[in-house]
Nanobody
């Protein structure tokens, strides 16, 4: 059974930092592209970042580029999102996603972790 368990969310003041983690199980983590999406209150899912199977290739949404860093540790089957210089507009539930390496289609999404940037 595929499982993605996110952690690391919380309340942070403007300009602060958080590191999200996503522990994967039930599939060969190192074979899959992975990503993060978020959902702000009252809004739809928003793509944030993706990383290829070995971490050599990363992509970011324009609104997080230069502030967020995606990374992975295949030995630990864990995906990370380092978030720096957070703003209230980053307030959302952040979800980890398992992606198809070929089609980039989302295969599984975790339960999410809440990030709240205080005003």
């Amino acid at each position: 059974q595929v499982q993605l368990v996110e952690s690391g969310g919380g309340l942070v003041q403007p300009g602060g930092s958080l590191r999200l983690s996503c522990v994967a199980s039930g599939f060969t983590f190192s074979n899959h592209r992975m990503g993060w999406v978020r959902q702000a209150p009252g809004k739809g899912l928003e793509w944030v970042s993706e990383i290829n199977y070995n971490g050599a290739d990363t992509e970011y949404a324009s609104f997080v580029k230069g502030r967020f860093t995606i990374a992975r540790d295949n030995a630990k089957a864990t995906l990370y999102l380092q978030m720096d210089n957070l703003t209230p507009e980053d307030t959302a539930v952040y979800y980890c996603e398992q992606k198809s390496t070929i089609t980039r289609r989302t295969l599984t999404r975790g339960q999410g972790t809440q990030v709240t940037g205080s005003a």
